[in-house]
Structures are given as C-alpha cells and as structure tokens.
C-alpha cells in the first residue's frame, strides 16, 4: 500500500511542523537559566494548562491509535477505565500530592530520601527510568507505526527503525531548547489538533457509512459474532479481561494512582502548579476530560468495525456494491483508512492530528529531571558548586543519552508487540506495570507503615519488576512454565507485582523514625 499523500498534505504537515516550533519560540522567552524553571517552569504554570498538558501526556499516541484498535477489536470496556482513573486520583490527592509540595519536591522520589535516605529515593528514580524508558519506548513504537505507514505504506522492521528515530530527533531538538514550559504549550497545541482531528474522522465515517445512526448503533449491539460491541461496564470474573469492572477498581486504579504520583512524566506537571491544591485541582479536570476524548477515538474504531466489517451496513440504496472486508493487521486499520480512504488535504490533517498525538518530547523531559535532580546534582554537589545553569545544560545532555534508550527500546517493541499480538493500548498501559509494581510497594510501605528500609527499597524494586517479567508470555514459553501463568490480564499482574514488593519492602526495619 502505498500512502498517496499529495502536495497538499506535506504542506499542512510541515505547517504542523512550523506552529509547534513557533509556540515553542513563544513559550522560552523567560529566563530559563535555573533548573526549576526548566524542569517545573518556575511552578507558575495555571491549573487548566497544567490540566491539558496532563491528558496529553497520559493519552498520547496510546489513544489515538490504541483506542480505535481496542473498539475495532473488541469493545467500548477500556472506556470505564476512567472509573479507576477517578479512584486513583483520589489516592494521590488525599495521599501524596500535600507531601510533595510540603517538601517543595522537584521529583516525586524525593519522598523517599526524606523516609529513608538517599539511597532509597535513587534507588526508586532508577527503576522509574527504566520503566519510563519501557512506556515510553513503546509509545514511540506506536508512534512510529503511523509515521512508517505514512512515509513508506507498511510497517516493516526496517521502515520502524527510520520513523522511530526521525520522531525521537524532532522530540530532542524542541525539547533540547524549551523545557517544561515549551512542552506544556506545546501539548495545548497538540491535545486541540488531535482532538478536531478525531472529531473530522467520525464526521467522514458517518458519511461514508450508509447506514442511518439507529442502524448502525443496532449494528454494533447485537454484531454477527453475538457480541455486543457498545458495552461499558464488564461485571465477569474473566481474569483474562483488562477492563473488567473488578480490574478497574483494583489494578487499573492501581495504575493510575502510580501514574498521578510515582510517575515523574505525570507528576511533573502537577508539580509545576502553585500548591498542592491547585495540583489536585489540574488532575480532577484531566482525569473528567479524558472521557469524552476516549469516547471521540473508541467511537472511531467501532465505525471502522462497520466500514470494514459489516458489508450488510455498508449496501447503499440501489447497488450491491460493499465495502472488501480489511484483511491487514489490526493495528494498521486507523492508519490504512486515513491514507486510502480520506481525500488530500484532510488526509494531511488527520495525520497531523496522529503526529501531534504521537509526541515523545513529556517522556525525555521527565526522564531527564530524575537523571540530574536524583542523581547527579547529588553528586555534583559533593565537589563543589555549579550555578542552576549547568544544570540545566546536564538536562539537554542527558535527554540525548535517554532518547538513544527510548530509540533501542521501540525496536525492541516491535518484536515484543508482534509475538504477543497484543491490542496496542494493553500492550502499552501493560508495559508500564514493570516499574510501578515495585513503586507502587515500596510507597505503600513508606507512607502507610513504619518499616522498611534502603536494602528492602531495593530488593522490593527488583522483585516487583522480576515477578511482571515471569508472566510475561514470551518468558512463559521459553522457559516452559505453566500457561496460566501469562492468561492473567495486566492489572491483576499490577495487583501480584505490587503485593510481592509490598512484602519484600516489610522486610527491612527502619532505623530513624519516619518524618514524611
């Protein structure tokens, strides 16, 4: 297949290009000399922007391809994932947010520092790197995914390899010269774009689509295969089900707790609010606006389910003439139907619209906080003192090593996603639970306990992280172990992973009285 874009769409895809690079422009002309003002933008940014900036971060390129391929596949379930988005947020709010900004935290592994000592809190930074360089390494992989189609009409190895570094280039130099700041604006920029893309998509669906809305609704109520592709709310015992309604207020709330407030990419941005009110204020409207943008892409996929599935929706009145039924990958559908099935000029739009969802540039500047602030300035400080802005120079550095780790990691993805076959937004959301299983036990020990202690950090960051690996279906296989063993959807995989370090990290008795 080949993409067929025009003059036309390159056009509006570079003038995509030249607006981010103008808000940019915009967004750096305060004095970005300290590193508080490049990696919190001075804690000045108001709650509504910070509120944008958060749904960008947590959607990305997950949701406008991930979500249309979930709906396409299956259901409207992951849509009820807001109910532990809700659950988790509340955690956070009542829980971590006032500690944070009572300590004036730069990073949320601060914390730990303060309960135990600067071991645990490095110790905690490092497994958020690697997870963050797993989860963002697989939103690069994503992203790539439509940048291949778009450039080359495939996704083969070679051609995922040529996007994914062309979008982690483009990350680097917007992220390499504005911060936090740039990247919060530019994420208004981008949420907007992506969002009036959707919107235009299920504007020309409906056209295209013969079919009245009532039919189409009956259509996908009562499909063929005797499922109904409209439900929400999935009450079944089904341990193999990621959106159930028990793994929502279990694990999925789990993983949005640890996305609110152990996750430097999310959490970043709270912080960067005047106070901790003001912080749990920007992630209760994030947390509500996500729904209608998740509802506007799962909306997607199940149009595209009746464009290229239900030939019985698709006869027009007076001819026999139906749509051939997509016999591609799944995880192309979205893409293949932008690029072969929209005319010039909103074909460039709508993949403007994937391009802006695609942006890696959150993850390095999260990434690159926890390098400098938990690690080296540290060690820095030790032989001496620097002014702020060298500091931020370590930033920019360290953000090119990261972006190297992110680029090696989306190859890796690629074979990874493959052989499990996974939907793209579980493969994504499963990802993550390899750091936040640990995290998530180690916080629950040091807020909630008065055990603990550096040694059991450690040991309980490694064995939450070793018992997300055992399940995963490509170590089940090789090594032999029981099939039962990578059934298990991902939140209760979050559940076990967080309960083994939660054990482990009980081990370890603290020696000075908790003061967090």
């Not at 808000?23 to 509120?51: C, E, H």
């Not at 996603?417 to 040091?446: E, K």
Request: glycine share 8%; net charge neutral.
């Amino acid at each position: 297949m080949v993409s067929g874009f025009t003059a036309l769409d390159w056009t509006i895809l570079g003038g995509y290009v030249a607006i981010i690079a103008v808000a940019g422009v915009l967004a750096t002309r305060t004095n970005m000399s300290k590193a508080n003002d490049y990696f919190l933008a001075g804690n000045q940014v108001p709650i509504w922007l910070v509120a944008v900036s958060v749904l960008s971060t947590s959607q990305s390129a997950a949701t406008f391809l991930g979500a249309p391929d979930s709906s396409y596949r299956g259901d409207f379930t992951y849509l009820g994932s807001n109910i532990g988005a809700a659950l988790g947020a509340i955690i956070v709010a009542m829980v971590l947010m006032p500690r944070f900004y009572a300590m004036q935290a730069t990073t949320v592994y601060e914390l730990l520092e303060k309960r135990y000592d600067r071991g645990a809190r490095q110790a905690a930074a490092g497994m958020y790197l690697v997870g963050r360089i797993l989860a963002s390494g697989a939103r690069l992989y994503l992203a790539a995914i439509a940048v291949s189609m778009i450039m080359f009409g495939d996704i083969a190895p070679e051609h995922i390899v040529q996007a994914s570094l062309l979008l982690l280039v483009f990350g680097l130099i917007f992220t390499f010269i504005g911060g936090l700041n740039a990247i919060i604006w530019s994420d208004l920029v981008q949420v907007a774009i992506y969002v009036t893309a959707a919107l235009t998509v299920v504007g020309f669906l409906l056209m295209k689509i013969p079919a009245t809305p009532a039919e189409i609704w009956q259509g996908l109520v009562h499909t063929p295969e005797g499922v109904n592709k409209l439900q929400i709310i999935d009450f079944s015992l089904d341990f193999s089900a990621p959106f159930s309604f028990w793994a929502l207020i279990t694990g999925v709330a789990l993983l949005n707790a640890c996305n609110f407030g152990l996750d430097q990419d999310t959490s970043q941005r709270l912080l960067a609010c005047k106070d901790a009110k003001e912080g749990n204020q920007a992630m209760f409207v994030s947390v509500f606006a996500t729904i209608p943008v998740v509802l506007i892409f799962m909306t997607i996929g199940s149009l595209l389910y009746v464009f290229y599935q239900r030939p019985d929706l698709m006869i027009q009145e007076g001819s026999q003439n139906v749509m051939t039924k997509f016999d591609g990958q799944d995880i192309t559908v979205f893409m293949t139907f932008i690029l072969t099935e929209m005319p010039p000029g909103l074909r460039g739009f709508v993949t403007v619209g994937v391009i802006a969802a695609a942006a890696v540039n959150s993850g390095l500047i999260s990434m690159s906080s926890v390098l400098v602030q938990d690690f080296y300035r540290p060690w820095r400080d030790k032989r001496g003192p620097k002014p702020e802005a060298h500091y931020v120079r370590a930033g920019q550095i360290g953000m090119v090593v990261l972006g190297l780790a992110l680029f090696a990691m989306s190859i890796l993805c690629f074979y990874w996603q493959q052989y499990t076959d996974t939907p793209l937004l579980t493969f994504v959301l499963a990802v993550m639970a390899f750091a936040y299983s640990g995290l998530s036990g180690v916080y629950i020990t040091a807020v909630f306990t008065k055990r603990g202690s550096t040694a059991s950090v450690i040991a309980a960051l490694i064995a939450g992280f070793m018992t997300i690996l055992v399940q995963q279906a490509y170590i089940v296989d090789y090594f032999g172990l029981p099939a039962s063993w990578k059934s298990l959807a991902f939140p209760w995989q979050l559940c076990i992973g967080t309960s083994v370090a939660f054990l482990v990290c009980q081990l370890g008795q603290t020696k000075k009285p908790a003061t967090a």
